[in-house]
């Protein structure tokens, strides 16, 4: 008879508690998961940014050289929006200093190192 209820409890399935602990821990990973995916998002925003500047910076530069003018914050206006794009997925504001442009929500912070922009 023993034996028999054994039988009929492994036959029954999955408990309500062993669904519970399933999903306890699916909700858990997917968590960890989601917001490990944010900061990978936020850290790619990023290097965007900081490549697009130097590449931005060289054309600048080579605007600036062609048409034999100085920088001025209406020109560098004008070449942005001619651009058609925001070098800066934030769109973070973009000022000219030492030859160089800077965004200033990221500062350029992440890839100081990196000294030239491969053309593809």
Known sequence: MEEDNRRKKSEAGVTVVELLLVLAIIALLFTKGSA??????????????????KIYTKEYNE????????HS??????????????????????SY???KLKCEYHR?????????????
């Open 97 to 99: 200093e030492n030859n």
């Open 63 to 70: 605007f600036l050289v062609s048409r034999n003018i100085d």
């Open 36 to 53: 490990v995916f944010a900061q990978t998002i936020a850290s790619t925003k990023g290097v965007v940014c900081d490549l697009n500047i």
């Open 73 to 94: 914050d209406s020109v560098l206006r004008q070449f942005l929006e001619d651009a058609e794009k925001h070098p800066c997925p934030h769109k973070g504001d973009i």
């Open 108 to 120: 350029g912070e992440i890839l100081e190192e990196v000294e030239e922009v491969p053309y593809i």
